[in-house]
């Protein structure tokens, strides 16, 4: 099932009409209300395939949003990528040479022998991203999955998802080996730094329309809790009713496969809960994988890539759950 191509749902916006800013970073537009409050920036296209950030931003930019506090930088990054989507390749369109989402440190960024599409793309960025304070990066994902926030590590990532209210699950994880991603870079990163935060969202399968309303939904209201817009300056209908509950999540460790023989126990979309530790997830060389603790939760299990040492999953620790107090009715 994993292996067939998903549906697309939806269509790419031709966003060439956004190449020329005032920034002068091609599709990178930043609008200062030339009153105060934080920058704050929404960003699409980080991986050149996943669509449904580029929808939200498009949409944004041709409204003519502008912030009413503060400043407001409207982004497309890998343009390169999305230049080369193919719908009969869709997922070659993620990156050119490598994952921009693997950059993000300054010793990488500086070292000049190092070269590539999205180095390149990423120091005509940098000088943006090194001023915003508030980043949202909109993202989607390869398998069918409700959802998440990515959080990062850090405990002002997990308070400003749970200000933020959606999407349900919140993942709290260091990120990967390979390099650093965006919404950990410098500031954001930075425990002590309580001035720059950054969430990620992964809003669904890349192709399905619901990635869109999730993208709109936690756009509008990022924006909001920042305080650079009012809520009548939005497209009508963004927001979604809020879920009753978030769970925090301590993302622990890998499953990864050590052979072709691995199979889960059950067609897993991600998220399932499992409230016993023993519980049999899957089977790897005919041996029982289980979950490790009480209240575990499978993030993004995909067999897509399917080889030894590649992870299949990775296993999660539900550490809170918020209740939302009731806003009556
Ligand atoms: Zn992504």
New binding site residues.
Partial sequence: MSMDAYPIEVAFPDITMHEHSSSGVAYVHTFDSGTPGPHVMINAL??GN?VCGAIVVDQLLRGGLKPRRGRLTLSFANVAAYGRFDPAKPDAARFVDQDF?RVWTAKVLDDTSLMSSELTRARAMRPVIDSVDLLLDL??MHEKSKPLIVAGPLQKGIDLSVQVGTPATVICDEGHPEGRRMRDYEGFGDPSNMEKNALLIECGQHWEQSAVAVARDTTARFLLLSGVIDEADLPPDWLAPLPPVQHIVRVTQPVVATSMDFRFAAPYTGLEIFADAGSVIGWSNGEAVVTPYDDCMLVMPSLRQLRPGVTVVRLGKIEQTVTRASTGG
């Fill in positions: 980080t991986h996943e989402n993202h989607s």
